[in-house]
């Protein structure tokens, strides 16, 4: 006999076409409705709370009387919740973020009892190959999901195991229909016949067990208060079914009985039986290119800084840092951050950003302040000091700026060697600006704030500082105009058409025509990118650019400018009428000591319902390109083979090999590599005759969120089809994204976690708008936390663990070659345990002269907690 397990839940949306405030209006009708349900019948033993806690955070803004009766039902394992705090999407979003996802969202299950053991993410666009990795580290062996799967991957079953590299394993159970085939289930006999013969040929079909699931819910729906009837009307119909209402630890209790089932590996994006939306990943760029910026600076810079603060002393302040997070993860729901929204709701998500940055900013300023302020010296100089927060020395050239009174100042370090720097630019600052108390009392005496660069190495997860002395010499300046760029590793002259022609010392290899625009139509919707038929590309190759090229004995930069003509609409593309403009700004910074060109766009687009793209050739005739996920890299092929049979096979969208990356995108030759880095867009395709070619997406412009019959994607409209007039992007719009030439065996993950991990410096003077009393801590002018011995990984974070006065150092694998971490401590450490992602210990490890080791293998990441004596 099939058992039917009827799982009562409801689809949480936060926002979408409707905002955060009209969904919490229904959220307060809805619980009530819940609960009073649950208290007072029996026989409705479960609801399933759509695995996120922000609802629970929602509802309790408005309704916070209601705790205690919440608490009874979780604890009674009637009400389920967690694990997440919002459902995440698995592509743009950082491996960080998901991790904090689930660590905040556990955290909140805390209060009121167990959380949903599931790492259920039933509507996310697609899955990571990650994802097992990640939920084993939360002890979570479950999952249930629905899009991106196909037969061939390995199956054409919907209960499977699905693996990682390293080991890691859960139990999928698919919705191969989607999380709402039970929603609002009819009294109707012939009704309810024909949506459950549907579904049943389906589910039959694809089940390897005698158990089957009826998710009884969809988004924003009320609870079901006729389902006893509904259940009564399936037993009639079908009297060789059980039919009852359960949960989904139910229906795995009983896969596990059955354990045998086939082992898959890798990531999800067929769209063959949903839609996985493979282009999503360039709508709203302004809100994509927000995440990225902020996800990078709360790891790379706020996390590491506060706990440099920490073993220094002063407070580690979870209770700001949890604020930024959920800040940003309520923007990581997969609507939100995929961007598929209505304008209203856009606006709201980008707000959130601009809290959570500012949020970041500030406190980033605030712990090198309390850091740099109690510096013990009893020299009254003003001072700079340059923080390097990953964990190896660096040489790097560090362009930063300088206020002072002086009209002329050395840098000495702390044993008085001079320092060499230049002045790039300077401008007169007003007092009122740097301390209005000081114009209060009568001083109009002007600031100079001067832009610097300088070329020093720094200590490794530490900091070092130069005094600010006046000084009576003037400061060569070595910078001038010049016709090329020519450094250790390039060579780069700009093309008449503002295109860069490098060449690559160390390859011997020439790209020309890097950075080349290509503009194209797009009918699509903020879903998918959709072409128009038969359409000739737009390519930058004949404007005029005003290029500008200066160097020093630091470095170089290259200013471009250009305007492009493309059509205004889509109806002017059709024929081809060049009546509109996009305004081009790049700028490139070139540093003397890496094989890295920076690149900022700032483009002011004034057409509708197209897409740009920046060209970078490689001359690598590639097969796959290799790009990073979370905690690993990924290869993927550069043409689909499925492309030949989508529409013969009925596909609900077209398989483009247009895939997300997190930090870098590579393609490889024998010799070398070329990488694209990005602290903005995350979106690449891999093109041209022989496939050498990395577009990166610089935005989407379009006008609905939903549209049916689309080139790429035919049928209904994903969504619905709403004007959203704020997505064709008019405006400015600023990316920033770097360019890397390398050798085969340098290590692309390491390369982006550096461009992604700037110095940051601070210049302490004796004025501050923001008074803060004197701490009584003292701290070296000088200081490194540790080091890492062999430069094989990459650093995910550091941190302050949750519950313990304790070091997170979270650090991963990214080669194909299974590594040894070895961390060498500057002071005592008193423990040292390999934890999970939970942060719960696993194992001791041994610390042997102040050293810790650990075997990470290929793509796998680590976790190691430890406290300094």
Known sequence: MKNVHIVPHMHWDREWYFTTEESRILLVNNMEEIMKMLETNPDYPYYVLDGQTSILEDYFAVK?????????????????????????????????????????????????????????????????????????????????????????????????????????????????????????????????????DKYFTVLDAGANTNHIILPNGHDQ???????????????????????????????????????????????????????????????????????????????NILEPLASLAYSLGFEYHHGLIELIWKEIMKNHAHDSIGCCCSDKVHRE???????????????????????????????????????????????????????????????????????????????????????????????????????????????????????????????????????KVDTEFYEIMVNENGTLNIFDKKSNQHFDQVLLLENGGDDGDEYDFSPLKDETLLYSKDVKAITEIKQNKYGSSIDIQY??????????????????????????????????IELRFEINNHAKDHRLRALIPTNIASAFSFADNQFGTINREVFDPAMHLWKKENWDERPDSIFPFLSFVSLKDRDYS?????????????????????????????????????????????????????????GVLTLDFAIATHSVLSNAARIAKEYLTPITTYNKIPYDAMKLNKSDKKVPLEFSLFKEVKPNMVLSTLKKAEKENSFILRMYNPTEADETAIVNFNSKVSHAYLTNLNEKTIEDLPVKQSQVEVNIQSNQVKTISFSKE
């Open 64 to 196: 916070p009387e209601n705790e205690e009766r919440v608490k009874k039902l979780v604890q009674e394992g009637r009400l389920i919740i967690g694990p997440w705090y919002t459902q995440t999407d698995e592509m743009v979003v950082g491996g960080e973020s998901i991790v904090r996802n689930l660590l905040y969202g556990i955290k909140d299950c805390e209060k009121f009892g167990d959380h949903m053991q599931i790492g259920y993410l039933p509507d996310s666009f697609g899955q990571s190959a990650q994802m097992p990795m990640i939920l084993n580290g939360f002890d979570i062996k479950y999952s249930i999901f629905w899009r991106g799967t196909s037969e061939r991957h390995g199956t054409d079953k919907t209960e499977f195991y699905w693996k990682t590299n390293d080991g890691s394993k859960v139990l999928v159970q698919l919705f191969p229909l989607g999380y709402a085939i039970g929603k609002y289930l009819p009294e109707d006999n012939a009704t309810l016949q024909n949506r459950m």
């Open 221 to 299: 729906m009320p609870i079901q208060k006729n389902i006893f009837t509904i259940i009564e009307k399936l037993h009639q119909l079908y009297p060789d079914r059980e039919f009852f209402l359960s949960k989904y630890e139910n229906v795995f209790a009983e896969l596990e009985k059955h354990k045998d089932f086939p082992t898959l590996q890798g990531e999800f994006l067929d769209g063959k039986y949903s839609r996985v939306h493979r282009s999503i990943y360039s709508t709203r760029m302004d809100i994509k290119a927000a995440n990225t910026r902020i996800e990078n600076k709360i790891t």
């Open 349 to 483: 998500i980008s707000n959130r950003f601009f809290l959570a940055e500012e949020r970041v900013d500030q406190l980033i300023q605030f712990y090198k302040r309390k850091i740099v302020d109690s510096m013990d010296t009893e020299k009254q100089y003003d001072r700079l000091t340059a923080f390097n927060l990953l964990p190896y020395e660096r040489k790097e050239t560090v362009t930063t700026s300088v206020i002072t009174k002086l009209k002329s100042f050395k840098l000495l370090d702390i044993n008085g060697k001079k320092l060499d720097y230049e002045i790039i630019r300077s401008e007169i600052i007003d007092p009122g600006l740097i301390d209005r108390q000081i114009v209060h009392y009568g001083n109009y005496d002007p600031f100079f704030k001067y832009m610097i660069q300088f070329q020093d190495t720094l200590p490794a997860m530490g900091y070092k500082t130069f005094f600010v002395v006046e000084s009576q010499e003037t400061v060569q300046d070595t910078l001038l105009s010049t016709y």
């Open 563 to 596: 305007t492009m003509a493309v059509p205004e609409n889509l109806e002017n593309r059709k024929v081809q009428a060049l009546n509109s403009t996009i305004d081009v700004h790049i700028t490139a910074t070139i540093s003397n000591t890496k094989p890295v």
């Open 674 to 730: 070329v990488s694209v880095l990005t602290n903005s867009t995350r979106e690449y395709e891999i093109i041209g005759d022989q496939y050498n070619t990395i577009a990166i997406t610089l935005f989407r412009s379009i006008g609905f969120l939903g549209k049916e019959e689309m080139l790429r994607r035919p049928g209904r409209p994903s969504g619905i089809k709403l004007p959203t007039p704020d997505s064709q992007m008019l």
